[in-house]
Structures are given as C-alpha cells and as structure tokens.
C-alpha cells in the first residue's frame, strides 16, 4: 500500500512538473551535446521541447502501469523515432541513444529534488529508479525499433538496385539482345529479372532476346519454376527467347521438367552465343 502511494506521489509531481522537466532535459541537452546535434532553427527547438514534454506526460501516465502501458509507450518511442529519421542527418541510432540517456537524467535529478522533500524509505526511493529505467528502456526499444525498419528498408532497397544492375540487358543488333544469367535465382531476384526485362525489352523495342546461361552452376527446381515464368513473360509479350550456354546438368533438368513456351513450343537453344548471333543473322537475311 505504502509503495502504491509513493509511486501515486511521484506520478503526480512529473505530472505537474511536466513543462519545467522538459525545459531541464533540454538544457542538459545543450551542456553535453555539441551545436551540431542540436536544432538547426527555432522551429526545431521549439517542436523538440514539444516532444519532450509529451514525453514525460507519457511516462507519468504510464508510470507504474501495466504490460499494455509498456507496450503503449514503446509504440510511442517508435512514432518519435520514425518522426526523427523523417529529418534525419548523419547522426546514428547510438547518438539518438545517448540524447534519451540524457533526458532520463534529467528526470532522475528531478526525482532527486522531490524525495528530498518527501519522507519516504530510500528502498521505495530505488524503486522509483527502476521504474523510471523500465519505462525508458521501452521507449528506447520502440525508438532503436523504428531504426531498425529503417535500415532493413534502406538495405532492400539497396539490394534491389544491385539486382537491377545484376541484370543487364545488352541490345547486338537490330531487335536482338542478350541477357546473361549469373549464379543462383531466388525469389526476389526472380522478380527483378523479369520486371526489368520486360521493361528494357519494350524501350529496345526486341523480338529477339539471347539468354546466356553460361554463368549457371547450381540448377534446382525453383531456379527452372523461375526461369519458366521468365519464359512466358517473355511469350505473352511477343517475344522469342533463345537459349546458349546451358550445361547439360540444366538441359536435362529442362527436358525432364518440359521447359516450354506457353504455345507448346520447345524453347529453342544454341550450344553457344556465337552460333546464336549467326543464326539471327542468317534469320535477319532471309
């Protein structure tokens, strides 16, 4: 009971305290941090303190509250942290970090102030600190997880562009190009590959397209489900795909899967890209 009321009275001094909390947790800001992790402009300024006083609002509301109180704040930590990476400069997630660190000693000085005031036993006094620890640590978790969504965002895309550039399409001749394929084809690749050779197909404007499989070492039955998908990709856009360079572990894995274009017609191939090249150019003469 005793410990209920002294969490009670605590709550309701951060409570009250709110605005001037936030105004020390700022200026601390300022003792410890250099002006270049601080606000740019007034707005910023202004729209920082603002955060920090909704931020000690929500730990005094949440102060000594239940698993969904914790899961509440760390959702607010997240929507903070997503807000910063909308502004975001080059200062990493270990710089947001140690400003959090910062704000908890603010309120821990504040805390301070008030037991001094209070007659309460030091143990109930150390357990105010471990609450206000747990409640920072959710904050922190959901701001470290907005980070964290970031960056595997920034990484996929990042990946994304290397498929895309992992995929070139090569125009030879008049409507003719080719399309090397290197090493393994998962899902995603998969995706990318045909996306972007359609695309090219269409701005060339190709009726031919030589696919090298030269570079192809591991065949597996997704690598022929995707390159099949491939195929009629390619078929449903008037397109006639030529193979080279299969190994013959991928050739009889083709001709046991049925490999073949959506109008029941064997894929062709060539043993090599140069008799492909001669054989468009004999097709190009006639």
Do not use: C
């Not at 660190?101 to 109930?124: D, G, M, N």
């Amino acid at each position: 009971m005793q410990s209920n009321q002294t969490f009670h009275y605590y709550q309701q001094q951060i409570q009250t305290h709110s605005q001037p909390i936030a105004v020390d947790m700022y200026k601390l800001l300022r003792q410890r941090f250099s002006k270049a992790y601080l606000p740019d402009t007034p707005e910023e300024e202004q729209r920082l303190q603002q955060v920090l006083q909704e931020m000690v609002e929500k730990i005094a509301k949440h102060f000594n509250g239940t698993d969904e109180d914790l899961k509440q704040l760390s959702e607010w930590g997240e929507h903070v942290g997503n807000s910063v990476l909308k502004r975001r400069n080059e200062q990493s997630l270990s710089d947001y970090l140690a400003k959090l660190s910062v704000y908890k000693e603010a309120l821990w000085r504040f805390i301070e102030q008030q037991a001094k005031h209070s007659l309460q036993a030091e143990t109930t006094f150390l357990s105010v600190y471990t609450q206000i620890d747990n409640l920072f640590n959710h904050i922190v978790y959901g701001y470290s997880e907005a980070f964290h969504n970031a960056q595997a965002k920034e990484m996929e895309s990042y990946e994304e562009k290397y498929l895309k550039l992992s995929t070139p399409i090569v125009p030879i001749m008049e409507h003719v190009a080719i399309l090397p394929i290197i090493g393994e084809m998962d899902e995603k690749r998969a995706n990318v590959l045909i996306d972007e050779t359609l695309k090219e197909a269409n701005q060339l404007d190709i009726d031919w397209l030589v696919i090298d499989m030269s570079g192809v070492y591991h065949v597996d039955d997704q690598l022929l489900h995707h390159f099949q998908r491939l195929l009629d990709s390619l078929n449903i856009i008037g397109l006639t795909p030529i193979l080279t360079g299969m190994r013959p572990e991928l050739s009889m894995r083709a001709v046991q899967a049925g490999m073949k274009t959506p109008n029941s017609n064997q894929v062709k191939t060539m043993p090599n890209l140069k008799q492909a090249v001669q054989l468009l150019k004999d097709y190009a003469k006639d």
